[in-house]
């Protein structure tokens, strides 16, 4: 029996009419390698946002689990290397709340680190051609939240599945009514990228070893 991916995106949020993290999630293939992967949408919400993501993991019982969200800014594809436990929100979410300097889980570990291979994934997305980089913060926001309520799920209650979170630019769509140095992205290369970084997941159970940090 394969192996079985599941992978989620959020909603549009922030007064957008799109995510292009669902448009890509939506648009992976149904199979990558050996393994079956299941698609969620999940909603722009504190708590809410990662209880969706813990129902299906329950329900689809996978090996890896990506969360994808929009990081509007970046021009790469960026796979995030750790989630603390921390929420405080510049803007509300879809349900008007917006926490402020609070933990997401009491007792908690200050933070998480990401289990899938977060360097491989990186280094395949360029080789095919995708822009993408390791990035060191997921924000303080929902993605966040579920980046680091996922990986106290899967440490505490499924520690054999492995998981991460992913973000993306903005789509080349959304770039029409936003500054004209704002960077973007198509769709459909970052549902390629996204491909990739999952093949390589699955190959790799453990990162390549080369330095992605910066020095600021």
């Known amino acids: 029996m394969g192996r079985k991916i599941l992978v989620t995106g959020f909603q549009p949020f922030g007064g957008e009419s799109m995510n292009p993290a669902w448009e890509a999630v939506r648009r992976l293939p149904d199979t990558i390698g050996d393994a079956t992967v299941t698609k969620v949408e999940v909603p722009v919400v504190f708590g809410r946002g990662p209880e969706a993501v813990e129902r299906a993991v329950e329900e689809v019982e996978p090996d890896l689990v990506l969360c994808v969200g929009q990081a509007g800014?970046?021009?790469?594809?960026?796979?995030?290397?750790?989630?603390?436990?921390?929420?405080?929100?510049?803007?509300?979410?879809?349900?008007?709340c917006q926490p402020i300097a609070e933990r997401i889980v009491d007792g908690g570990p200050d933070a998480y680190f990401a289990t899938l291979p977060v360097k491989a994934m990186v280094q395949a997305m360029r080789e095919a051609g995708v822009p993408a980089e390791v990035s060191y913060t997921a924000g303080t926001y929902v993605c966040n939240d579920v980046m680091y309520s996922l990986l106290h799920t899967l440490a505490t209650r499924h520690p054999e599945v492995r998981g991460g979170f992913l973000h993306v630019p903005y789509a080349t769509e959304q770039a029409t009514h936003l500054p004209a140095s704002t960077p973007s992205m198509s769709v459909d290369d970052m549902a390629r990228g996204i491909a990739v970084a999952l093949e390589a997941a699955l190959t790799h159970e453990k990162d390549v070893d080369v330095a992605t940090g910066s020095t600021h």
Do not use: H, L
Not at 73 to 96: C, H, L, M, Q, S
């Open 73 to 96: 800014g970046r021009a790469k594809v960026t796979p995030e290397f750790v989630g603390i436990n921390y929420a405080d929100a510049r803007i509300p979410d879809n349900d008007g």
